[in-house]
């Protein structure tokens, strides 16, 4: 819910982005009129270069990538070793979601010989803009072993070892940066950022604070101070810091979001789902794909809907929760969702047609579903049926898995002998999405794999047998692991139906097994995303879905410890689990 936008404040290029408005870290101004990098030694083209730099900025603040481009190919015909130029490319390409490309723009750059760390900053920081952190990382460090008082290059290092998790190592780049520049308010609310995730609430506030007082138009940093304010509890001047921002920044996608998400975690879902409409602001949104009118929930007899993906896929199942409502509508609804999800959801909804976005041409997909008479993106379905907490259905789960495959898995977990069939997931996330504060070492939930009368099921969907095979030549503990569910979603629902219990991290483990009425215990993080709430143990979403909540950042071991205690209960009644309202026989 907290807005991290790090490597847009500290994008070292020079613009103003029109959409979020963010000043990059270091202006054009402070490139060398002299050749730095392959730039043109004659005084005239170094000046044309300069003035097509300028232009640049300008056509990818205001969107016209077309403009940009044209502004790169013009310098590389003046100099075509000019390493910004090709970085510069690299940005286009990113901005067109063309990361191969992207990434082939700078690895011409970093051919070029004799860069200076300038050169290497902005690298890097198209390099961390392709979630590329180890080749981030490398150009900053190169950037600071030729200028070890580059603050830029110090903050952006900063930010590349935040995502890693190495919180200590990165608050102390982002306080060095503040030594060598102490006006610096985007490595103040950098430091900000940290020190809230290190549950460090009043010092985050302090920093937020000094970081306004620096530069008052900092919209981003006034949207914080709110999301602090909600960690101490006070909503009131938590709103009031989110309209002082947005009075800055009314068109800023990012900041209407993370108010919607306020709202939303607060329970307060008309307001928060119509906040949340603001996110079509935001670059990411695929704004424009569609030609159809937009559809305002109005009964759909004789209609064509089309509902189209905008979410991860997560969210997409959680959202899957209103589709029965919006089939009762009437009308014809195509939905395009996750390939992974394509053949689950015809089985579970058979009155409507799907459609897997990757499967398909992104140009002609769309033709076999014709005709379609209006649209709405996935993300708005609840402000149509989700407005209340009455309106959430207490159901049982509204996924079906493949019954063939539930009977294989069903033998295979039979085969392991009495007791509780329990799934685990312990990571989450990516560097994006705050992995190191919703994940946790494997060992940490030692405690609970030595119980007696329990089978663990491994549902990590990334490889995880290293960590597997070394809790088991430690310890003499096996977690049951398969390789079928890396790569078949199918295969993880008809597994996850079979079990009795799943355990895990904020991930999509726990809206699958929400979503199939599996009971579900939640680890959560004492900043939770907006889908886990401020507070409780239960999720309107998920009436199989219990919460249990981090008092303090980074501590899980009482999260375990309670968690045992609750186990312990149904290791001596293991024919039920009982969760919320729903006993779920075994």
């Known amino acids: 819910m907290l807005l991290r936008l790090l490597k847009d404040i500290c994008s070292s290029a020079g613009a103003e982005n029109s959409r979020k408005d963010e000043k990059a870290a270091s202006s054009l101004s402070e490139l060398p009129s002299s050749r730095t990098g392959g730039e043109a030694d004659d005084e005239s083209d170094g000046a044309a270069i300069d003035s097509f730099y300028r232009q640049f900025e300008r056509g990818l603040a205001e969107g016209d990538l077309a403009m940009a481009e044209t502004c790169c190919r013009s310098v590389l015909d003046l100099r075509p070793d000019a390493a910004l130029a090709h970085a510069n490319l690299a940005r286009v390409r990113l901005a067109q979601r063309r990361g191969l490309e992207a990434a082939d723009c700078l690895r011409r750059a970093e051919s070029v010989p004799g860069l200076d760390a300038k050169t290497h900053n902005r690298i890097g920081v198209v390099w961390l803009d392709l979630d590329d952190g180890a080749k981030a990382e490398s150009c900053f460090r190169t950037a600071l072993a030729k200028d070890d008082r580059h603050a830029y290059a110090w ?102 979001l993370t108010k919607a998400h306020l709202l939303l975690s607060a329970g307060r879902f008309r307001q928060g789902w119509e906040e949340q409409e603001y996110r079509r602001l935001a670059p990411e949104f695929p704004l424009g794909r569609f030609p159809f009118p937009e559809w305002e929930g109005e009964e759909l007899a004789g209609k064509n809907l089309l509902i189209y993906a905008e979410q991860g896929i997560g969210d997409e199942i959680m959202l899957a929760g209103c589709f029965p409502d919006l089939f009762a509508k009437g009308g014809r609804c195509v939905v395009e969702c996750d390939p992974r999800l394509e053949t689950l959801y015809r089985r579970s909804f058979p009155q409507a047609e799907f459609a897997g976005k990757r499967f398909k041409s992104p140009e002609t997909w769309l033709d076999a579903y014709q005709p379609i008479d209006l649209q709405i993106p996935v993300g708005s379905l609840p402000r149509f049926f989700r407005n209340e907490e009455a309106d959430f259905p207490r159901h049982s789960g509204y996924l079906l898995a493949d019954p063939k495959r539930i009977t294989r898995w069903k033998e295979r977990l039979n085969a392991l002998g009495s007791g509780l069939r329990v799934g685990l997931s312990w990571r989450g996330g990516t560097s994006r999405t705050n992995a190191y504060l919703r994940s946790l070492p494997l060992e940490t939930c030692l405690p609970l794999l030595g119980r007696p009368n329990v089978h663990y099921v491994n549902l990590q969907y990334t490889d995880c047998r290293d960590e597997l095979e070394s809790l088991h030549a430690r310890y003499g503990i096996r977690v049951h692991a398969w390789r079928e569910i890396e790569s078949d979603y199918e295969e993880t629902a008809a597994l996850v139906a079979n079990l009795d219990l799943v355990i895990s991290v904020c991930t999509a483990v726990v809206h699958l097994a929400g979503a199939l009425g599996v009971p579900v215990w939640v680890m959560v993080p004492s900043s939770p995303g907006w889908r886990y709430l401020r507070e409780g143990e239960r999720l309107p979403w998920y009436p199989s879905a219990r919460l249990f909540r981090q008092a303090s950042a980074l501590r899980w071991e009482p999260v375990i410890e309670r968690i045992g205690a609750e186990l312990d209960t149904l290791t001596h009644a293991p024919s039920f689990i009982h969760s919320g309202d729903i006993e779920v026989a075994r």
Do not use: T, W
């Open 155 to 256: 903050c952006n290092l900063g930010i590349v070892l935040q995502r890693k998790g190495q919180l200590e190592e990165s608050l102390a780049c982002f306080r060095h940066a503040l030594e060598l520049k102490p006006d610096f308010a985007e490595a103040m609310h950098n430091c900000g950022l940290l020190l809230r995730d290190l549950g460090r609430s009043d010092e985050a506030l302090g920093m937020f604070e000094d970081a306004v007082a620096l530069k008052p138009e900092f919209a981003l940093a006034h949207a914080n101070i709110g999301v602090v304010h909600q960690d101490l509890g006070d909503i009131g001047e938590a709103f009031a810091s989110f309209d002082r921002a947005l009075q800055l920044e009314p068109e800023s996608g990012d900041i209407h």
